[in-house]
């Protein structure tokens, strides 16, 4: 097998990496030019920082322009698919964020806040970049990534009220203290995931139509994908240079919030892995569940902390850590997915060889075909 890394593009290989290079310059610009916190203050309408929405809304802009809308009927046609999917995306990944938030930070319950919001933005467009490198079946994560698209625009705010400010205190626990309502969650996921989301559904129908699919996918995308990072690096120089009370305890902070979500990103890609080998799906698609299982939508989930409770707030801090940890996790998932398809697998894309304790579970109506009448 090829190094994954290679195959990368060159933002994407070295996305930790401008990260910290982006956070170092907003926290060199906090302590070298004070008053450019002054000047970005300044630069408000309303409770929005103009030049941080802008950022925020650059950087979905090209992750709703790669979903592949039509898809999503691929999938809803499928109904033990869809079950699995609803059930790991929007059922068990939540609850399992909540309580490893609530395990390991529920003395800090801004941190806890900012990890729950990780945990409810499923991943869309970087899901892709996984899946392909793992030779997943690519119809059914554009399939994914639509459905949670659709999912993460009608019920992230429900999700986000209900396990932040409703189900804490039910189990004794303390929420954040910022005063957070439903409305307030819509109007910013309409905002930071809507506007994208038309603006990216008007662009694929109107460029298909008149230059093509294959132009398209092929040259428009490729040139488009760099400015989600580009956008995200200037959007966290932005916030860092914000941030100046909480500069010496970054490291410290940065180590409380990654072990539960480090946690969390293995526990979703294990079960789904492992349920889908169970259930005798072939190697592509469990491949694809799995890794979708453990993606997310940082960038939405960034927006949502800055756009709630501030651009200088523990809870959106909590989000920028996510994009560290995300892509050297998810490349190893890949690793992971190529290594146990070596073991467990006939081929990629065939019927897989279960370890003998789970041998009499043969193949799941996920993909069972009907055997051939042999012809006499």
């Known amino acids: 097998m090829p190094r994954l890394s290679t195959k990368l593009a060159s933002l994407d ?51 709703m322009c790669a979903v592949r809308y039509e898809s999503l009927a691929t999938l809803v ?70 459905l949670n698209v659709v999912m993460q625009l009608a019920f992230y705010p429900l999700y986000a009220w209900f396990f ?11 929420g954040s203290s910022a005063d957070t309502t439903i409305s307030q969650f819509a109007v910013c996921t309409s905002l930071y995931l809507g506007v994208p989301l038309a603006a990216g559904l008007l662009t694929r129908v109107v460029v298909i139509r008149l230059a093509g699919k294959a132009w398209y996918e092929s040259t428009l995308l490729p040139r488009l994908m760099p400015l989600k990072t580009v956008s995200m690096l200037v959007t966290l120089v932005l916030i860092f240079s914000l941030k100046t009370d909480e500069l010496l305890a970054l490291p410290w902070q940065v180590l409380l919030i990654a072990v539960p979500l480090l946690l969390y990103y293995v526990a979703m890609f294990a079960i789904s892995f492992y349920w889908n080998c169970k259930r005798g799906t072939s190697y592509a698609r469990t491949a694809t569940m799995a890794l979708s299982a453990a993606g997310n939508n940082f960038e939405l989930a960034i927006a949502i902390g800055v756009a709630v409770y501030g651009i200088d707030s523990a809870e959106a801090f909590t989000t920028v850590v996510a994009p560290f940890i995300e892509a050297p996790v998810m490349l190893a998932f890949v690793a992971a997915a190529w290594y146990f398809n070596r073991r467990l697998f006939a081929r990629p894309e065939g019927a897989h060889m279960l370890p003998h304790h789970l041998s009499h579970l043969g193949q799941s ?6 055997a051939r009448t042999p012809v006499r």
Request: glycine share 10%; aromatic share 6%; hydrophobic share 55%.
């Open 13 to 63: 290989r070295h996305l930790a990496a401008l990260i910290g290079l982006a956070v170092a310059q907003g926290i060199a610009i906090c302590i070298c030019v004070p008053s450019a916190e002054t000047f970005l203050e300044s630069l408000h309408v309303g409770k929005v920082n103009v030049p941080i929405a802008v950022g925020l809304v650059a950087m979905m802009y090209p992750s």
């Open 164 to 174: 932040i400010a409703v189900l804490p205190p039910m189990i004794g626990v303390e």
């Open 77 to 146: 046609n499928n109904a033990p698919l869809l079950r699995l999917a609803l059930f790991h995306h929007w059922l068990s990944g939540p609850f399992i964020m909540f309580s490893l938030a609530v395990l390991f930070l529920r003395h800090q319950p801004e941190y806890m806040a900012g990890l729950i919001l990780i945990g409810l933005a499923r991943g869309i467009g970087g899901v892709a970049t996984w899946n392909k490198l793992a030779e997943g079946d690519e119809p059914l994560a554009s399939g994914l990534a639509a």
């Open 365 to 370: 109506k996920l993909d069972r075909k009907p």
